[in-house]
C-alpha cells in the first residue's frame, strides 16, 4: 500500500461512536431506542455503574422503530436510560490451532477463567452460508468410526452427516466420546449444547479422556445460560469446524444435542412476538435447522463429517424436531432403550437405523456381508416370539435355522466395550470370519 491509500481509508473511516439507551427489560428481551443497527450486529449494553464491564447482546428484531436485543450474559445492573453502542458488525469468534485440546464457551473464550485465550488466532464470522450444492464434492471414501456397530453395517462416508436419536439415559455421551477417540478424523469439534453443568467435566474427563481431548476442541454452553449463548454455542462450534475444514482437514464435528438448540430458539421466537406452531416452536426453529445442518459435510477443501444427538421425548422417534433433523441429514443411528436394558452397548438398534451414503463408499463384499447379517437379525426379529415360547421346531425352516445359530454371534459382535479399539478393516476382518463360522 503507498500512503494515498492510508488516506483514503482514514477519510473513510467512521469517527462517531452511535449510541442508543435503554427503553425496558422484559424477561429474555431488552428494547431500546437506537442506536443504528441490523439484525445479527452485536451491541454492547453499558450497565449503570462503570467499574462494570459492558453486556454484550444481539440484534433479533424490531419493533415500531425500537430494536429488540438479547443477551450473551445474565441481565444484571441494567436499567432505564442505559447507553446501547453497536459494533456495527456480527459476532466474530478467534480460531486457530492454538485451540486444539482447549475448552471454550459460545464467544470462543477459555471456559477455565485462569486461562487467557491462546495468541495467534484469526478472526472468523459465526454466522455463515453453507457451501454451494455444486462444489460439493461427492462422498467416496469411507471414515473410521471405531464403533464395530456403526463401521460394520452402517458404514460412513467423509463429509457424511447423520443424527444419533435417543431418550434420556441410553449412552449418546458415551458414544460420542467412543467416537472422538477411535475415529480416523484429524481434528474433533464437539459441542456440548444445554449440558447440565456437571456433566462438562464428566464428559471431558471420563468419556472423551485426555487422548480424545489432544485433537479436540469443545464448546460448551451450558443449561444455566441464556438462550442466545446456547444457540451461538452451536454456530461457533460449527465455524470452527469450517475453518479447519478450509485449511484441509478431516474434521469430525460432534453436537450434543440439536433439540436444545431448537429449545433455545424457540425461547428467542415466543420472546420477540413469533406465534407458537407445532408443540410450541415457533416457525423460526424450522427455519434455522437447515440452515444450521447444511454448513457442515464436503467442500473443495477438506470434510466435516458431523454427528448430531436428537433428544426424543418418550422415545417417541415422530416428534417434530426428530422429523425435521432426520429429513435434513445423511442417516439415522436409533439408539433402543430396550438394548441398553440388556446390556448391549452401545445400544444402536441396526433394524432401525441407516447410512445413506454407505453403498457408495463400502466396497462389495463388505455390503455383500452386511447385507447377509442384516437379514438374519431380521429373520430372528421377526420369528423371536415363536423361538422364545419354545413353538418354533429346529428344521422347519432352513433359515430360521441359520438366524437361531448366528443370532447369538452377531449380538456379541455389535456389544463393543467403552475402550475397546477396532479399525475399519479389523471389523470387516471379524464380520467375515464369523459369517464362516469362523467364531465361537
Known amino acids: 500500500m503507498n500512503i494515498t491509500d492510508y488516506f483514503s481509508v482514514i477519510e473513510n473511516a467512521d469517527t462517531f461512536k452511535r449510541y442508543g439507551k435503554v427503553l425496558r427489560v422484559v424477561g429474555l428481551m431488552i428494547e431500546s431506542e437506537g442506536p443504528a443497527a441490523n439484525i445479527g450486529e452485536v451491541c454492547y449494553i453499558h450497565a449503570s455503574s462503570n467499574d462494570r464491564k459492558p453486556i454484550i447482546s444481539e440484534v433479533v428484531g424490531f419493533n415500531n422503530e425500537k430494536i429488540i436485543l438479547m443477551p450473551y450474559a445474565e441481565v444484571t445492573e441494567i436499567g432505564p436510560g442505559c447507553l446501547v453502542e453497536s459494533t456495527g458488525k456480527p459476532l466474530t469468534v478467534k480460531v486457530g490451532r492454538a485451540l486444539i485440546g482447549q475448552v471454550v464457551n ?122 442466545l449463548m446456547r444457540i451461538k454455542g452451536a454456530y461457533t462450534a460449527t465455524a470452527i469446524s469450517e475453518y479447519f475444514r478450509d485449511l484441509g482437514y478431516k474434521v469430525n464435528l460432534m453436537m450434543d444435542s440439536v433439540t436444545r438448540v431448537a429449545m433455545a430458539q424457540r425461547e428467542i421466537g415466543l420472546a420477540i412476538g413469533e406465534p407458537p406452531t407445532t408443540k410450541g416452536y415457533t416457525p423460526s426453529v424450522f427455519s434455522i435447522l437447515p440452515k444450521l445442518l447444511e454448513r457442515t459435510g464436503t467442500n473443495t477443501n477438506g470434510t466435516i463429517t458431523a454427528f448430531y444427538t436428537v433428544l426424543v421425548d418418550g422415545d417417541d422417534m415422530n416428534e417434530p424436531i426428530a422429523d425435521a433433523v432426520r429429513g435434513i441429514l445423511d442417516g439415522h443411528f436409533i439408539m433402543d432403550r430396550k438394548l441398553a436394558e440388556r446390556g448391549q452397548f452401545p445400544a444402536i438398534n441396526v433394524q432401525k437405523s441407516i447410512s445413506r451414503v454407505m453403498n457408495l463408499v463400502a466396497d462389495p463384499e463388505h455390503k455383500e456381508i452386511a447385507q447377509q447379517m442384516r437379514r438374519l437379525i431380521a429373520v430372528y426379529e421377526e420369528n423371536s416370539e415363536l423361538i422364545n415360547i419354545g413353538a418354533y421346531k429346529r428344521g422347519t425352516n432352513q433359515e430360521i435355522d441359520r438366524a437361531i445359530s448366528y443370532y447369538p454371534k452377531i449380538q456379541d459382535f455389535l456389544k463393543q466395550d467403552v475402550y475397546e479399539y477396532k479399525s475399519l478393516e479389523e471389523t470387516v476382518q471379524i464380520m467375515k470370519t464369523l459369517l464362516n463360522g469362523g467364531m465361537n
Open 106 to 227: 459460545s464467544l470462543g473464550r477459555p471456559l477455565d477463567d485462569e486461562l487467557s485465550t491462546p495468541k495467534g488466532l484469526s478472526s472468523y464470522m459465526t454466522d455463515q452460508t453453507p457451501p454451494n450444492p455444486m462444489s460439493r464434492p461427492p462422498i467416496r471414501k469411507p471414515i473410521q468410526v471405531g464403533v464395530k456397530a456403526i463401521d460394520s453395517l452402517l458404514t460412513m462416508g467423509e463429509g457424511q452427516r447423520v443424527g444419533i436419536f435417543a431418550g434420556s439415559g441410553v449412552g449418546k455421551s458415551t458414544l460420542l466420546g467412543m467416537i472422538a477417540r477411535n475415529s480416523s478424523a484429524d481434528i474433533n469439534v464437539i459441542a456440548l449444547i444445554g449440558e447440565r453443568g456437571r456433566e462438562v467435566r464428566e464428559f471431558i474427563e471420563h468419556d472423551l479422556g485426555e487422548e480424545g481431548l489432544k485433537k479436540s476442541i469443545v464448546v460448551a454452553a451450558t443449561s444455566d445460560q441464556p438462550a
